[in-house]
């Protein structure tokens, strides 16, 4: 085995090991996430309905869910610029 042969092998096991680690984040998130597509969601900042939903490995000790979607006004319909933002699994009140 050459050096050349060898540097292949190790960058193809740790590309292995990376889908390894983030099909398992994923399949923890999943596991964990109580929320789907057209919920509400309340952080600290505001309200949002989920459009959209992606994975995080989380400043936490564990991966977790980042909601994307529209911002709500307080009475529960959609501020008038239509707004849109993210919110975090960890932060949801």
Known sequence: MDVNTYFQKVKDLESEH???????????????DPYKIGD??????GTIIIESKK???GFSS???????????KKDGTPTKKM???NVW???VL
Not at 40 to 45: A, C, E, F, G, R
């Open 40 to 45: 509400k969601v309340t952080d600290h900042i």
């Open 55 to 57: 994975y995080d490995w």
């Open 18 to 32: 990376y889908k390894r680690k983030e099909d398992l984040m994923k399949e923890f998130v999943r596991a964990n």
């Open 89 to 91: 699994q960890s932060n």
């Open 62 to 72: 564990y991966p977790s869910a980042v909601y994307f979607g529209v911002e709500l």
């Open 83 to 85: 707004s849109k933002r």
